[in-house]
């Protein structure tokens, strides 16, 4: 079966930068659109961003300009790249795939990893 698993996460300040990394099995990896979704306490899950099979990326507006989403198809594996790291964006980050085009829903995706906590301190 499919699995993702992220990793990466981690405890930082504010103004400063984290990689996420998500690493796939169980699928064809370059046939799938890989994004991310966070959710913090109290919130509904939103979308982060997505990265196509040819590689074309879309993002949320609170994130555009500091996040990017990469793909290295030859390791399964899906980045979050996070820079200029804000308190807000405090949360458990989720790797995400599907067959078919970017989508901002989240239950338009039917895989899903465990996730991984980002805390960014003020």
């Known amino acids: 079966q499919v699995q993702l698993v992220e990793s990466g996460g981690g405890l930082v300040q504010a103004g400063n930068s984290l990689r996420l990394s998500c690493v796939a099995s169980?699928?064809?990896?370059?046939?799938?659109?890989l994004g991310w979704f966070r959710q913090s306490p109290g919130k509904e899950r939103e979308f982060v961003g997505g990265i196509s099979r040819n590689a074309m990326t879309s993002y949320a507006d609170s994130v555009k300009g500091r996040f990017t989403i990469s793909r290295d198809n030859a390791k399964n594996t899906v980045y979050l790249e996070m820079n200029s790291l804000k308190p807000e964006d405090t949360a458990v980050y989720y790797c995400?795939?599907?067959?078919?085009?970017?989508?901002?829903?989240?239950?338009?995706?039917?895989?899903w990893g465990q996730g991984t906590q980002v805390t960014v301190s003020s």
């Open positions: 169980g699928l064809t990896f370059s046939r799938y659109t």
């Open positions: 995400v795939a599907r067959i078919g085009a970017i989508v901002g829903i989240y239950v338009e995706y039917g895989n």
